[in-house]
């Protein structure tokens, strides 16, 4: 048997545990009962009155049997497997579909346009301190692609894309901190997702998938409607027996050559966007109430959302306590 429990805590206590169990031991149903075990299972704050406090939910073991086993992706070594699948991209969807195919005993090989994501921080650097663009290594091209470098949030409006938690297990796995199975807003910074994506690759390659990066798709072969052949860097022919294309929105050379080929494709609506930056005090000010934030709190952060019945306005993932872009042209 196990019982979920609902407590909140002062900011100052958010990590104390003994405090925790004391809460929760006066909170049970059944104060006889033994607890085995607590794990905390979400935790947000609640900043709607003058007093900001920790809201956490907490699972109670009474029991051994009741603890989940640890995470455990079960990827098989597909070294010498006989179906291979070619994955073009290194961004999230490439990486893990290439994860996908682990589990099910397929080989993946990966190419991606881009540099893994050290030599890509380079060129980034390059990109904020002398204007100069590498056309194939940049904010959006590189292992890891599009949000690698621009921190954010792990956040999904979508309620039907399957099991989200099984994604930040993942994450943990491969070395994301444990807080983002259990905060309401999840975030993992740029300081730290590029070795994760590192991790990922490596993970690949370990159990005998490949990844070749600085390898740009470049033309397909299709015979009799199906695709026989992908040429890369225009000089390497590769056949193929599955491809997967998953190069992101911003690789426009691949949606000309998709439609010299006459490939179907599907828009999907898109969204557009402003950037906004405002000094983390003001929102802190507005959010918690507090003239200056307290060391026990997060950056605060905020989402709105606006809906006239036709269509909708809303914030996209903020970047709490980020650096002020220096993409933009002040500091604000
Ligand atoms: C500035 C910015 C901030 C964002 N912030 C967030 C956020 O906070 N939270 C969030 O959920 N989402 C955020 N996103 C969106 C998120 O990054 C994308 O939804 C996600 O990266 C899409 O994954 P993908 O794998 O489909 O494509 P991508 O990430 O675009 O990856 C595509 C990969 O394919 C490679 N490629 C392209 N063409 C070729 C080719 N011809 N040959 C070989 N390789 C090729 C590219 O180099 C790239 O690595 C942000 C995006 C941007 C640009």
Redesign the pocket.
């Known amino acids: 048997m196990s019982e979920i429990i609902q407590i909140s805590v002062s900011p100052e206590r958010k990590d104390d545990i003994e405090f925790h169990h004391q809460l929760i031991l006066q909170k049970l149903d059944d104060s006889d009962k033994k607890v085995h075990s607590i794990k905390v299972l979400k935790r947000s704050i609640d900043a709607r009155k003058r007093q900001v406090k920790y809201i956490l939910s907490y699972n109670v073991f009474f029991d051994q049997s009741e603890i989940e086993l640890p995470y455990s992706p079960n990827y098989l070594n597909v070294q010498d497997a006989k179906k291979t699948v070619h994955i073009?991209?290194?961004?999230?969807?490439?990486?893990?579909a290439a994860l996908t195919c682990l589990k099910i005993g397929v080989k993946p090989i990966l190419?991606?346009?881009?540099k893994d994501v050290r030599l890509r921080r380079r060129d980034i650097a390059s990109l904020n301190k002398l204007g100069v663009v590498n056309p194939?290594?940049n904010?959006?091209?590189?292992?890891?692609?599009?949000?690698?470098y621009?921190?954010?949030?792990?956040?999904?409006r979508s309620k039907k894309r399957g099991n989200v938690l099984e994604v930040l297990q993942l994450l943990v796995h491969h070395g994301a901190p444990e807080d983002i199975l259990v905060d309401a807003h999840p975030h993992i910074g740029t300081n730290k997702l590029p070795l994760i994506i590192q991790n990922i690759t490596q993970t690949i390659i370990d159990h005998g998938g490949e990844v070749h990066f600085n390898?740009?798709?470049?033309d397909l072969t299709i015979q009799n409607n199906s695709i026989k052949s992908v040429l890369?860097n225009d000089n390497e022919s590769v056949t193929v027996n599955a491809l997967v294309i998953?190069?992101?929105?911003?690789?426009r050379?691949?949606f000309h050559?998709l439609n010299e080929k006459d490939i179907k494709m599907s828009f999907k609506p898109f969204a557009l966007g402003v950037r906004v930056e405002h000094k983390q005090s003001l929102i802190d000010s507005i959010q918690y109430k507090q003239q200056e934030r307290s060391e026990f709190l997060p950056p605060s952060s905020y989402s709105l959302v606006y809906n006239n019945g036709e269509r909708s306005v809303y914030s996209?993932?903020m970047?709490p306590g980020g650096n002020y872009s220096p993409m933009c042209n002040s500091k604000q």
């Open positions: 073009i991209g290194c961004g999230p969807a490439g990486l893990f190419f991606e346009r881009g194939e290594s904010y959006c091209f590189g292992e890891g692609g599009a949000g690698t621009s921190d954010g949030k792990l956040y999904t390898s740009k798709l470049t890369i998953a190069t992101g929105h911003s690789a050379d691949v050559l996209f993932c970047c």
